[in-house]
Nanobody
Framework: QLQLVESGGGSVQAGGSLRLSCVAS????????MAWFRQSPGKERQWLAV????????DVWDSVRGRFTISADTAKNEVNLQMNNLESEDTGIYFC????????????????WGQGTQVTVSS
């Protein structure tokens, strides 16, 4: 079992930055793929980035690459999403997810999910 708690959301103006964090607790000794998703109003949940909890491999959705960076702090069991040059289209609820299966977590079928953190970008 794994518990995920996100934080760091808030309201910013377009062009601003936010850093989201997802702290994992529970069975953190296993190897997990941890991902960030965004649920924007009226849209399906979108995968944004994935990283191993050992921070050995990562990937970012092409549409946000260059603005969003995913990282992991293995000592803190924490995965972060640095978001720069935010746009109004980035508004939504951001979720952290985890699974031992990379394909499952990227496709939104990960076993473990956080409650989400709201990001609002005003233009």
């Amino acid at each position: 079992q794994l518990q995920l708690v996100e934080s760091g959301g808030g309201s910013v103006q377009a062009g601003g930055s936010l850093r989201l964090s997802c702290v994992a607790s529970g069975d953190v000794r296993r190897h997990y793929f941890m991902a960030w998703f965004r649920q924007s109003p009226g849209k399906e949940r979108q995968w944004l980035a994935v990283i191993t909890n050992s921070a050995t491999a990562s990937d970012v959705w092409d549409s946000v690459r260059g603005r969003f960076t995913i990282s992991a702090d293995t000592a803190k069991n924490e995965v972060n999403l640095q978001m720069n040059n935010l746009e109004s289209e980035d508004t939504g609820i951001y979720f952290c997810a985890a699974d031992t299966d990379r394909s499952a977590v990227i496709m939104g079928r990960g076993r473990y999910w956080g409650q989400g953190t709201q990001v609002t970008v005003s233009s």
